[in-house]
């Protein structure tokens, strides 16, 4: 009979504690509900309306778009470059890449710990 007290407080608790959480969560969403404003305000930027203004601006538009064609323009050049080099590094034979490795080693295949 012991236990099934205990288990009975504890639902009972467990219970009142979530019937809380609930009641609180209720509230909550239903005041936030309350006081959200029935339409969200519209953000407005102020706009140019001056004729000198956006002429100013239409400038700085320009001269960036042009710096920005500019760059594509040195960045397009480095990577023909880059890929003629790699193209002719490709069509390389595999033999002089051997002799030239040899070459570099002092005509050994490799270098051990030990020296002679």
């Known amino acids: 009979m012991n236990r099934?007290?205990?288990i009975l407080a504890a639902g009972t608790l467990t219970g009142l504690v979530l019937i809380t959480i609930l009641?609180?969560?209720?509230?909550?969403?239903?005041g936030a509900a309350a006081n959200a404003p029935a339409e969200p305000a519209a953000i407005v930027q102020p706009m140019a309306?001056?004729?000198a203004t956006l002429q100013a601006q239409n400038v700085q538009l320009q001269n960036a778009?042009?710096?920005?064609q500019a760059r594509e323009a040195q960045y397009q050049a480095?990577?023909?470059?880059?890929?003629?080099?790699?193209?002719?590094?490709q069509s390389q034979p595999v033999a002089q890449s051997?002799?030239?490795r040899t070459s570099f080693l002092g005509g050994r295949e490799h270098e051990g710990f030990d020296d002679d």
Not at 65 to 68: A, G, I, R, S, V
Not at 82 to 89: E, G, K, R, V
């Open 78 to 89: 480095q990577i023909e470059a880059a890929n003629q080099s790699i193209t002719q590094l």
């Open 23 to 30: 009641a609180l969560s209720w509230g909550n969403v239903s």
């Open 49 to 51: 309306t001056d004729a």
């Open 65 to 68: 778009l042009q710096t920005m």
């Open 4 to 6: 099934i007290k205990g």
């Open 98 to 100: 051997a002799n030239s």
